[in-house]
Every structure is written in structure tokens, then in C-alpha cells.
């Protein structure tokens, strides 16, 4: 998870013949994958929901965990 880490440190989404691959490791690599995903920002974040609709209750659900739900920003909690 440490590389999808960097490539969002990066702006993977910027990275037009990267993003789709990243979207296919996260998309796979669930629920490992949770927090890289809470580590986009709100736009990418609701793009990968609209493309991979089955991540969201399962992503929800550990976005809304006491532990992850505090060290979320602000802008997370209308959306999980």
C-alpha cells in the first residue's frame, strides 16, 4: 500500500496512463486499500465511487470507525 501511498502523494489522477491502474489496485486490493482512499481528495475520491459503486458501503463503513472517523478532515463527514 506504501507505493498507491506515494502515487497519491503524487497526484496519481494527473496521471493520465497511471490513474486507471491505480484505480484497478485499489479497487482489487479492498479493504487493504481504505486508507489510500481516504487520502485523495474529495473530487477523485467520488469519481472512484461513481466508477466502482460496490466500494462505497464497505469504505463507509470503515471511514465511520471511532479510530479512522477522528482523523478524517472535516470534508469527509457529509460523505461518509
Given at each position: 500500500?506504501?507505493?498507491?501511498?506515494?502515487?497519491?502523494?503524487?497526484?496519481?489522477?494527473?496521471?493520465?496512463?497511471?490513474?486507471?491502474g491505480?484505480?484497478?489496485?485499489?479497487?482489487?486490493?479492498?479493504?487493504?486499500?481504505f486508507?489510500?482512499?481516504?487520502?485523495?481528495?474529495?473530487?477523485?475520491?467520488?469519481?472512484?465511487?461513481?466508477?466502482?459503486?460496490?466500494?462505497?458501503?464497505?469504505l463507509?463503513?470503515?471511514?465511520?470507525q471511532?479510530?479512522?472517523?477522528?482523523?478524517l478532515?472535516?470534508?469527509?463527514s457529509s460523505?461518509?
Amino acid at each position: 500500500m506504501g507505493i498507491l501511498s506515494k502515487l497519491v502523494s503524487r497526484q496519481v489522477w494527473r496521471l493520465p496512463k497511471l490513474w486507471p491502474g491505480f484505480l484497478k489496485c485499489v479497487s482489487q486490493t479492498q479493504p487493504h486499500s481504505f486508507p489510500v482512499l481516504l487520502e485523495l481528495p474529495m473530487p477523485q475520491l467520488e469519481s472512484i465511487m461513481k466508477k466502482f459503486p460496490d466500494l462505497r458501503p464497505p469504505l463507509t463503513a470503515y471511514a465511520n470507525q471511532p479510530t479512522i472517523r477522528a482523523s478524517l478532515p472535516n470534508s469527509f463527514s457529509s460523505w461518509a
